[in-house]
């Protein structure tokens, strides 16, 4: 499920032992042949309901989360990449500080290229002075107040048109797609 290079937790789904083994064996009561082949069923279906989890993991390097976003429309049975569900991945930019007005820019270390689909792009700041917290993007009604946050190819950029700087811890995540 995850892509090479991509860390996540997964558990295997492949066959742990082959069921003809278990029937293969002598000596053994066909009630305990029958309580394996039960047991393997329920491992194997626990790992994949423990795959499909989302996990809450939020670290500075690609993380493989768990959420599968449906298969891209452009792929079919007939296109050289079948339909397959699209791991999700998610990176964490640590911020630092708002700027005090105007843009600044935090370089996010991802290698985008154009089969890149962004999911969601959200951050949040602390003034752990003042114990204020605000989500980013933050909209208001006082345009001056509001705060815009946007990914480039090689940063992230939050832009303020006020002073926000005694916000000085700021988490951007970012969760993409890799096609």
Partial sequence: M????????FIPTTNIWDVN????LENVQPELKELL???YQNLNRMSLALNTKDSG??????????????PNPANSSATPQGPVFRQVIRAVVNFGALPV????????????T????FTCIYATSS????LEYIPIPYATNTANDAI??????????????SDYSAYTVTYVILEYIKS
Avoid: C, M, W
């Avoid at 995850?2 to 937790?9: I, K, P, R």
């Avoid at 003034?127 to 003042?130: E, I, L, V």
């Avoid at 815009?148 to 048109?161: D, M, P, W």
């Fill in 57 to 70: 993991y939020y670290v500075t390097n690609e993380f493989a989360t768990g959420q599968n976003f449906f």
């Fill in 21 to 24: 083994q278990v029937n293969d």
């Fill in 37 to 39: 082949v039960r047991l």
């Fill in 148 to 161: 815009e946050l946007y990914v480039t190819s090689e940063n992230v950029v939050i832009t303020t048109a």
């Fill in 2 to 9: 995850a892509t090479s290079g991509t860390y996540g937790s």
């Fill in 127 to 130: 003034n752990t002075s003042g």
């Fill in 114 to 117: 154009p089969g890149f689909t």
């Fill in 101 to 112: 007005t105007g843009a600044k820019s935090v370089p996010h270390n991802l290698t985008i």
